[in-house]
């Protein structure tokens, strides 16, 4: 299924399917024609928001009330035609595809979608290489000239695979319909795809489900930071980035490219592998954000000892300044593969959605890491996690509240403060909270939670979007209860 108008995510409305393909959805009629844009401000310390749409670029920087800043400069606004340069090509294409069992699967694969999409713009919209004058911080960046890494990817033997594979589909799915040849063989294939590949952008709906992934030629231009300084938010076609510290220019933005904050080491060769950089951001050379992510429990007095995840190197505890012994060591060693595995199991069960699976092994591993890595473990965080939100979904809203609770002061040990995963940790502390928590004095404690939460959203996706506007309405009923 291809929706090709993302506004219906945020905003509901009744989809209609292309009498064309039957394979694309959009709003209505104009809809299918036309996407529309926003505006565009530049400032310092504030929300930047960006939108690709036909080829020209938007960005909006957005004023947070937690952050003060000065801005300039109000730009234009504009519609393009996307029946025009995309649909009108696509429709065709998908009906055959759609036609045959072997051609239809692969248009379900994200990669696939966008490279077909890269590929009609570049035969037929002429004008999508220009540079555009809706955005004067990068103004000759356009798709052309975007990074491809195309002489990396040629040594990687699975992306050479998978690109063969897709050159031989398109030449399958176009066959008697369009002349593409040009830009499906290897080498041209090659290069469009290394320029999604490393450029493209997970969707994120509202609450933080995933959606899909997108090209915004401007987005795509903030570099990366394990410990970022913006985070990204979505608005129909148009992309939100909000900062959450000062930022005094654009070109000091960052964003994670990463959905996890992993240990140094696999981080670092996830993103060589990924994007070929080698990562030196301050998460990477901060020694200290390993130890404090594998910290273990001092088996004299319960205190933390940091410890190195790969030497096993650890410091005094900083309680009471015990050392680790050899067989402390041989225990952190044993959990840790003991994770590894448990991770593998947990993967099967969240496949077919056995979550009664996934809570039954998440407090097994629980229960085993706590006896000797300490709360602030990354390990022991994330299953405390996987257990709240498999509790949750299966109504355990004791056990599911127990967790938040302690996630509400733990997640940030590790975590970065300004997330979604951390917004929704201290809402649902709350609002599970006051399901078990029946005495008036603790139901108004827990609101403290919720507040943190709103102040999260109104800078991780500011204070006029939906998530916000829901936080603020429950705030408000709560506060209004008797």
């Known amino acids: 299924m291809s929706f090709d108008c993302w506004s219906f995510v945020f905003r509901g409305p009744t989809l209609k399917r292309c009498t064309g393909c039957g394979f694309s959805w959009y709003c209505g009629k104009e809809c299918q024609v036309r996407h529309e844009a926003g505006y565009f401000r530049v400032g310092t310390k504030a929300s930047v928001r960006t939108g690709l749409s036909g080829g020209l670029e938007l960005i909006k920087i957005q004023l947070s009330s937690f952050l003060s800043a000065s801005h300039y400069a109000v730009l234009l606004r504009f519609q393009k035609a996307s029946w025009k340069f995309v649909h009108k090509y696509e429709c065709p294409i998908f009906k055959n595809a759609l036609a045959s069992t072997e051609l239809a699967v692969p248009l379900t694969i994200e990669t696939v979608r966008l490279c077909l999409q890269a590929i009609i713009r570049i035969k037929h919209d002429k004008s999508w290489n220009l540079p555009s004058d809706a955005f004067p911080i990068l103004p000759n960046r356009t798709f052309t000239n975007l990074m491809h890494h195309w002489e990396e990817i040629q040594n990687d033997p699975a992306e050479m695979e998978f690109l063969e594979v897709m050159s031989s589909y398109f030449y ?104 070929y950089f080698d990562c030196l951001c301050r998460a990477c050379v901060d020694e200290s954000l390993d130890k404090r992510m594998n910290s273990v429990r ?39 593969e003991l994770g590894r595995h448990t991770q593998i199991l947990l993967s099967e069960a969240k496949k077919s959605d056995d979550h009664r699976r996934v809570l039954s092994l998440s407090e097994e591993l629980n229960s085993k890491l706590r006896k000797v890595l300490h709360p602030f473990n990354s390990l022991v965080i994330s299953t405390s996690l996987q257990i709240a939100c498999s509790a949750d979904i299966l109504g355990q809203y004791a056990k599911a509240f127990a967790h938040f609770s302690e996630l509400s002061t733990t997640y940030t040990k590790v975590h970065p403060f300004w997330t979604f995963q951390n917004a929704e940790i201290l809402m649902k502390c709350t609002t599970r909270g006051l399901i078990v928590k029946t005495a008036p004095k603790e139901q108004l404690e827990l609101l403290k939670h919720f507040v943190e939460a709103m102040k999260i959203v109104s800078v991780c996706a500011g204070r006029d979007s939906p998530t916000f506007a829901y936080y603020k309405k429950f705030y408000e009923d709560c506060r209004e209860a008797p």
């Not at 063989?185 to 995933?210: A, C, P, S, W």
């Not at 510290?245 to 996830?270: A, G, H």
């Open 298 to 336: 001092c088996s004299n007095c319960d205190g933390v000892i940091l410890m190195e995840p790969f030497s096993f190197e650890s410091e005094p505890c900083q309680k009471c300044a015990q050392s680790c012994s050899e067989k402390d060591v041989e225990n952190v060693r044993q959990m840790l």
């Open 172 to 275: 399958k799915t176009f066959k008697g319909i369009a002349d593409y040849g040009d830009l499906i063989d290897m080498d041209q294939l090659g290069v469009i795809h290394g320029r999604i590949r490393i450029n493209n952008m997970t969707i994120f709906g509202t609450y933080g489900d995933k959606l899909g992934v997108g090209l915004y030629l401007s987005g795509s231009s903030l570099d990366h930071a394990c410990l970022p300084n913006a985070c990204p938010s979505f608005s129909g076609t148009l992309l939100n980035i909000h900062t959450t510290e000062s930022v005094d220019c654009f070109d000091n933005l960052r964003l994670s490219y990463l959905d996890k904050l992993y240990f140094s080491k696999p981080r670092r060769e996830m993103l060589q592998k990924r994007y």
